[in-house]
């Protein structure tokens, strides 16, 4: 019976390590995920447009099919590639993590541009060379392999800057950490997309079925209220990408031994800060520096947009074929 008592003790003991180590990695992923936030978002933003022109019925199994991609990119290849990095090329994170940056800088100048009607043809999403009707499950393939390779990118620059927010522990850390952000993530952003999607549809539903007067007038309200929803969420997405990207690359110079603008948007945004009543210091500090990382990525984004759509762009549709954003 001793023994039995004892070996009990040593499972309860072995339970609670094991407890503690998930909500270690649980809470490790949430924080490395919320740094990601402009990807995440973008991703939220630009994944319904996949979506238009399809029958109500295919909406959720073509959102299905694009998260089982997704993960597939996450968890199959970026997570191996993420982890050998950051064991055997550390210096290389950085690097690439200002690479995603200007990326993330050049998306989201190039909606300002085309928003301002400036161009920016980049994010149609569309067939090319084929002028003859479809059938819809050869456009439903063409359509969900675009969104695939267009997650890939976005979901590289999630798992990096979650790699590199992740504190220093062990390889099985590392890799839980990781594979938790790839799950949460993608079950946050394509959950969030199947709502967005079918909103309009229960709204629809709502407005024709409902028994109660209030009920119809809140599904008609949710179907007019749709289109101001993605707007917004297109205008956060973008803003979010752009402070996003800014942060990364001006952390990255900093890091790489140029860290004067980081110091000079620190010292600024730190006098605009207490230069606010007590009780506002903190939080106008966050929104000045925010504001200048963001302004930084809209110069950086716009000089980056050449280079986008006469070098990096061609390149891609040679490399991948249509199908992207």
């Known amino acids: 019976m001793s023994g039995l008592l004892a070996l009990l ?25 919320a740094k990601a936030a402009g990807a995440v978002i973008d991703d939220a933003a630009v994944t319904p447009k996949y979506v238009q022109g399809f029958s109500a019925d295919r909406e959720l199994p073509i959102i299905w099919r694009i998260a089982k991609g997704s993960m597939i990119n996450k968890l199959v290849y970026l997570l191996p590639v993420g982890l050998l990095l950051s064991n055997f090329a550390p210096w290389l994170i950085t690097p690439l993590l200002m690479l995603g940056g200007c990326y993330l800088c050049f998306e989201g100048a190039e909606k300002v541009a085309h928003a301002l009607g400036f161009g920016g043809h980049h994010h149609a999403a569309h067939v090319e060379g084929d002028p003859e009707p479809q059938d819809p499950a050869h456009l439903e393939e063409q359509k969900a392999a675009g969104a695939i390779k267009t997650d890939f990118i976005l979901s590289a620059e999630i798992m990096t800057i979650a790699l590199a927010a992740i504190p220093p522990s062990n390889f099985w850390m590392e890799t839980a950490t990781l594979a938790a952000v790839a799950v949460m993530i993608t079950v946050a952003v394509y959950g969030s997309v199947a709502l967005i999607v079918k909103a309009d549809d229960a709204g629809l539903a709502l407005a024709k079925n409902g028994r109660l007067g209030i009920t119809r007038s809140l599904g008609r309200g949710l179907v007019k209220a749709m289109p101001g ?10 803003a979010a990408m752009l402070w996003v990207g800014g942060s990364i690359v001006i952390h990255g110079m900093e890091v790489l031994g140029a860290g004067w603008l980081g110091h000079s948007i620190h010292d600024l945004s730190y006098a605009i800060g207490h230069a606010l009543p007590q009780a506002l210091v903190g939080f106008g500090e966050w929104v000045a520096k925010a504001v200048m990382d963001g302004v930084f990525g809209v110069f950086l984004g716009l000089l980056l947009i050449p280079v986008g759509e006469k070098l990096v762009a061609p390149l891609w549709q040679r490399a991948f074929g249509a199908g992207h954003h």
């Not at 072995?14 to 949430?30: N, P």
């Not at 707007?231 to 956060?236: H, Y």
């Open 9 to 33: 003790d040593d499972v309860a003991s072995i339970a609670k390590v094991a407890a503690a180590s998930v909500d270690d990695v649980i809470g490790q992923a949430a924080k490395a995920g």
């Open 229 to 238: 929803v993605m707007w917004t969420l297109t205008v956060v997405g973008t």
